[in-house]
């Protein structure tokens, strides 16, 4: 009696395939992130809105426990987030693109629909990676300023007018560049990518390592958009997402469309 091997052999998925893209699909991607968001408005100044309050919360519990040597650190850290906050957004474009009318119950309940699913998975990667931005400001404020920490009085001058602190401020820069890359790199595609098709998250990740090694200038002047969009408009108090957010996160589904064959 010969054995069915055919039962027990693992079913591969194919992995997405990936597109080149240039400078002129990168415009087309944020006119129709723009077009979105003008056409349903409410729903990016939502989630938006949503994101600011989260930087406004995070700033409110620095300054109330006297740690305002962890603002500029715990800001720059909650923008690695932002690819999970837009996922309702992601919706929005998904529907329109597909010539439908988005609704709160229908987004909500797409949104809903992804909690017990692959996409659980890139949201936990993403807090992941906050946590360790923020574990290694830690490490380096002990590295350079010693056990006792940051001076709670005077910091800025102690950051900029002395060896340990420019040194904090290089090092502390340089490190959060590379975990900025490698969030970026992991986020961009897999997210939508998730949202659109039913592939395992580590796959989800690979496209998007993949769409960023397949066009690195491209991808990497987005980066350094996104990078300065959300730094310039997280300096008013962080009000500034409420528009800056949904502008992002509309674009990278239409760029998700562009990459992803």
Same mark, same amino acid.
């Given at each position: 009696?010969?054995?069915?091997?055919?039962?027990?052999?693992?079913?591969?998925?194919?992995?997405?395939?990936?597109?080149?893209? $240039?400078?002129?699909?990168?415009?087309?991607?944020?006119?129709?992130?723009?077009?979105?968001?003008?056409?349903?408005?409410?729903?990016?100044?939502?989630?938006?809105?949503?994101?600011?309050?989260?930087?406004?919360?995070?700033?409110?519990?620095?300054?109330?426990?006297?740690?305002?040597?962890?603002?500029?650190?715990?800001?720059?850290?909650? %923008?690695?987030?932002?690819?999970?906050?837009?996922?309702?957004?992601?919706? %929005?474009?998904?529907?329109?693109?597909?010539?439908?009318?988005?609704?709160?119950?229908?987004?909500?309940?797409?949104?809903?629909?992804?909690?017990?699913?692959?996409?659980?998975?890139?949201?936990?990667?993403?807090?992941?990676?906050?946590?360790?931005?923020?574990?290694?400001?830690?490490?380096?404020?002990?590295?350079?300023?010693?056990?006792?920490?940051?001076?709670?009085? $005077?910091?800025?001058?102690?950051?900029?007018?002395?060896?340990?602190?420019?040194?904090?401020?290089?090092?502390?820069?340089?490190? $959060?560049?590379?975990?900025?890359?490698?969030?970026?790199?992991?986020?961009?595609?897999?997210?939508?990518? /998730?949202?659109?098709?039913?592939?395992?998250?580590?796959?989800?990740?690979?496209?998007?390592?993949?769409?960023?090694?397949?066009?690195?200038?491209?991808?990497?002047?987005?980066? /350094?958009?996104?990078?300065?969009?959300?730094?310039?408009?997280?300096?008013?108090?962080?009000? $500034?997402? %409420?528009?800056?957010?949904?502008?992002?996160?509309?674009?990278?589904?239409?760029?998700?469309?562009?990459?992803?064959?």
């Amino acid at each position: 009696m010969t054995e069915d091997t055919h039962s027990t052999a693992p079913v591969l998925r194919q992995e997405p395939a990936i597109r080149r893209i $240039g400078r002129s699909d990168l415009v087309d991607a944020l006119s129709a992130g723009l077009r979105d968001f003008q056409a349903y408005p409410a729903f990016g100044l939502f989630f938006g809105g949503v994101y600011a309050l989260g930087g406004v919360a995070i700033l409110a519990c620095a300054l109330l426990w006297d740690l305002l040597y962890l603002v500029y650190p715990l800001a720059a850290g909650f %923008v690695l987030i932002g690819p999970f906050v837009a996922v309702g957004l992601y919706e %929005v474009s998904r529907l329109r693109e597909k010539g439908e009318v988005p609704s709160w119950p229908g987004v909500f309940k797409a949104m809903w629909a992804q909690g017990g699913k692959e996409i659980s998975w890139m949201a936990f990667v993403t807090v992941f990676i906050f946590i360790i931005w923020m574990y290694q400001v830690r490490l380096l404020i002990a590295l350079f300023f010693g056990l006792h920490g940051m001076p709670a009085g $005077g910091f800025p001058a102690v950051l900029f007018t002395t060896p340990e602190g420019l040194a904090f401020l290089a090092v502390g820069h340089m490190v $959060g560049a590379v975990l900025a890359i490698v969030t970026f790199s992991l986020t961009v595609v897999s997210f939508p990518l /998730l949202l659109d098709r039913e592939v395992d998250f580590i796959t989800a990740m690979i496209a998007s390592v993949r769409a960023v090694v397949s066009n690195p200038v491209t991808m990497l002047g987005w980066a /350094l958009c996104v990078v300065l969009l959300l730094f310039v408009a997280a300096l008013p108090a962080f009000l $500034g997402l %409420v528009v800056a957010l949904p502008i992002l996160g509309h674009t990278t589904w239409h760029l998700y469309r562009k990459l992803v064959a």
